[in-house]
Each structure stands twice: as C-alpha cells, then as structure tokens.
C-alpha cells in the first residue's frame, strides 16, 4: 500500500486539489441542480420557447380570421358554410367522405 501512495505525484496529493476534486464531484452528480439536471431544464425551456412560439402565431392568426368575421359578411357566410356546413335556401348539399387509408374499393 505504501508503494501505490509513493508512486502517486505530490500535487495530486495536495489538499487543494483533493477538495477541488470533492466539490467538482457534488456540484456534477450530487447537487438537486447538478449538471443532468441543468441540461434537462434546458432542454424543456427550449421546448417551451418553440410552443410559445407556435401558439403566438396561431393567436395572430385567430385574430385577423375575427377582425374579418367582425367586418365581412362574406367572410361570416363563407365560415358558416365550411364550419357549420350551412347552406342558402333553395341550395343542395352534398357532402363527400374521403376515403380511409383503411378501406379496399
């Protein structure tokens, strides 16, 4: 045993560097905001950003679609007919079913 600690070099055995090893080691691995930890929150955070991002531009584009429903009437008509499948009254509607991926004609 005294031949292994002999053949260790003098800095490693330092006290300065044995404490920077043994805070290195709780900061990384055993901290509750270790390095895992922090590389998770980045990666969610980033995640979030992106939804943030999408739902902001569904937003916008939910309010220019009311800005025109609120002054349009031709815009009212034609979103009743695509929602609602609404129809004038001396019209015929027909509705097509698309096909499934599942079905065999």
Do not use: C
């Not at 290195?24 to 950003?49: A, S």
């Not at 569904?58 to 979103?79: C, D, F, R």
């Amino acid at each position: 045993m005294q031949q292994v600690l002999n053949t260790i070099p003098a800095w490693i055995k330092s006290k300065y560097v044995i404490s920077l090893a043994a805070f290195l080691v709780v900061i990384v691995f055993l901290d509750k905001n270790d390095l895992f930890t922090q590389l998770d929150r980045k990666r969610e955070l980033r995640e979030l950003q992106r939804t943030k991002t999408h739902y902001s531009t569904q937003i916008e584009a939910e309010k220019k679609e009311l800005e025109q429903l609120k002054n349009n009437p031709a815009t009212i008509e034609k979103y009743a007919r695509e929602k609602y499948l609404m129809k004038r009254e001396n019209e015929d509607l027909f509705l097509i079913a698309p096909k499934s991926a599942g079905s065999s004609r």
